[in-house]
């Protein structure tokens, strides 16, 4: 079977299950909601304030969300061992990581679309004129959030102490995607509202360099 | 039973030892399991005989020596995966899918031709048609056992390999398991059955007791078919 049908087949298989529970969205929508809510309230910040401090918030908030997603993305093939069966299926090893990146981007996409708005609202920062180019930005960072984080996800799920050795992995390796969303994000909300070219490059280099990592190492990522 | 396996493939395990960092599962297991064969392992907790049978399902590589899958020699792993069905300890299913979603799920996954006509076809054999459209969080350990069965069974394979089956199920669902065994054997499958209990081990051909991570008794020539009859 090829990849992409394979990995699309794990993908529907993640969306359903989803949709069943909404263990992961519920998860990342309440986590980003306190804190959209807790740091508006504690800092009541002017709108100059808000341009300044919300590039960070806005990457932090999303970044811790998915990782509290993440961890959760592997444990639940180990409850009734379903990762076993999935590598017994004669698939590429690499689809099974692809399909789970795919579903992850997609949940935080998902919650990305409710909550920028609500940063805006919150914050008083009109994102009118900038909407769509920071959504590629924020889309561009999650996919590089999605796939390590798959990764880690996958490599700590069977670990002791898996809820803190996930994000002590992820986060550091993630300091690239972090710090080229934030100042892309303070230069689309400053002044001369600017995409700027080298933190996309730098951004789209990231994913394009874990996504083929994953896929090289795919069989060691997977195994027992 | 209309289950009617491709091929019946045997296993080879050549001086095959496994290390859990210094923990030692199995140390230099020879043992050729030939093509049709009920075959049952023996052995106390701990023995290895979990290990010898996810080596035997392609999901544990040996530390040292190595596992041939006889039959499917020329065979790229991805075919021999094909025809390798394991009910493990746990059910290998989604608790949050229905039956039927789970096993549409993996008869795609395994690019069946007709996957919702197998389904239909492994529902009736494992006698969960009416509970199809339940999640299998819903069901007993006998209904989850017999889903699980009912997954290892979708593509027909040749190598069937049981851990523990009989673990927590009924009198029932345990007459159901001895009958769906002899059944699969007499289809033509090869079988090989982990367990503690020695009235399924009966009714294999053949018995291998391991202890220690090391094959200590083998009760030798491979009996062609059942050695008793089973009710029902």
């Known amino acids: 079977m090829n990849l992409a049908r394979s990995a699309g087949l794990v993908f529907g298989k993640e969306l359903r299950i989803e949709l069943r529970t909404h263990d992961l969205t519920h998860t990342v929508l309440f986590f980003v909601l306190m804190v959209a809510g807790l740091f508006s309230f504690a800092f009541d910040p002017s709108s100059t304030e808000s341009r300044v401090i919300l590039p960070g918030l806005i990457w932090i908030a999303f970044f811790f969300a998915g990782t509290l997603m993440l961890q959760l993305c592997f444990v639940r093939e180990q409850v009734n061992d379903t990762l076993a069966a999935l590598r017994l299926a004669p698939i590429d090893p690499f689809a099974i990581l692809l399909g789970k990146i795919l579903a992850n981007f997609g949940f935080l996409a998902v919650t990305e679309i409710v909550f920028v708005p609500v940063f805006s609202l919150f914050y008083n920062v009109s994102l009118g004129g900038v909407l769509g180019r920071l959504m590629l930005l924020l889309f561009l960072g999650t996919f590089g959030l999605a796939v390590p984080g798959t990764v880690f996800s996958a490599m700590t799920a069977q670990a002791r102490m898996r809820e803190l050795l996930l994000p002590l992995l992820l986060l550091p390796v993630l300091a690239p995607v972090l710090i080229a969303g934030v100042e892309a994000t303070a230069a689309l909300l400053g002044p001369g509202h600017a995409l700027e070219r080298e933190w996309v490059v730098m951004l789209a280099g990231f994913d394009l360099i874990f996504l083929t990592a994953t896929w090289l190492l795919a069989g060691f990522l997977v195994e027992e | ?232």
């Open chain 2, 1 to 232: 039973m209309t289950f009617a396996p491709t091929s019946s493939l045997g296993v080879a395990f050549e001086r095959v030892e496994k290390r859990y960092g210094g923990l030692m599962a199995l140390r230099r297991v020879t043992l050729t399991i030939g093509s049709g064969e009920f075959v049952a392992l023996l052995g106390p907790n701990g023995s290895g005989k979990t290990t010898l049978l996810r080596m035997a399902a392609l999901l544990l590589q040996p530390s040292a020596g190595r596992v041939r899958h006889l039959g499917a020699e020329n065979l790229a792993p991805e075919a021999v995966r094909s025809q390798i069905g394991l009910v493990a300890h746990k059910a290998l299913v989604y608790d949050e899918l229905t039956a039927r979603e789970n096993l549409s799920f993996f008869a795609r996954l395994y690019g069946l031709a007709s996957p919702a006509e197998s389904v239909e076809r492994v529902l009736g054999e494992v006698g969960l048609a009416d509970r199809a459209e339940d999640a299998a969080v819903t069901f007993s350990r006998g209904m989850r056992q017999r889903l699980a069965i009912a997954r290892a069974l979708i593509t027909e394979p040749g190598l069937l390999l049981f851990d523990e089956p009989a673990t927590g199920l009924d009198r029932e669902g345990r007459q159901w398991l001895d009958r769906t065994l002899v059944g699969l054997h007499r289809a033509g499958a090869t079988l090989i059955v982990s367990t503690h209990d020695e009235s399924l081990a009966a009714l294999a051909g053949r018995s291998i007791w391991l202890r220690a991570g090391r094959l200590v008794r083998d009760s030798g020539a491979p009996a062609p078919l059942l050695v008793r009859e089973v009710p029902g």
